[in-house]
């Protein structure tokens, strides 16, 4: 199966596989926001509620719900046009979230990686150095 690599370090940037999903480019739409707030919190369940005030804020929308899900709808035709499976975006109870069983590689989780293992130590001084330039690379 192909990997979703997402970077966010230095502009938001998606490819699945060989396929630009949203290029560094890509203007900061509505459906580009979702979808980062959807993979900073991969896994979890979030009602539609919040994602209605993250997106909209304080807009003065006379129909907030049907907007989140005109947002919902064009992100899934984004990501299918570009052959990600639909089912990376998962909707249950009047809530939303980006499948954690969907591939993934996300730069700002692996430099939080490189970090934690630096913390915990235990490392050679030749891996911890490893890991040092690991963490620069990617920020």
Known sequence: MKELT?????GFEVSYGETAVIPRDARNSKVVQLFQYLLCR???????GELIEVLLGEADCAN???VLKNIVYRLHKLLGERGVPRECIL????????????PCRIDIEEYEEAVRQLKDGGQAAGDRLALCF?????Y
């Open 6 to 10: 997402v970077t966010m370090f230095g």
């Open 42 to 48: 991969r896994g979890s369940m979030i009602p539609q």
């Open 64 to 66: 907030p719900l049907a």
């Open 91 to 102: 909707h249950a109870k009047s809530s939303y979230s980006f499948s954690g069983e969907m």
């Open 134 to 138: 690991r963490a620069m690379d990617l």
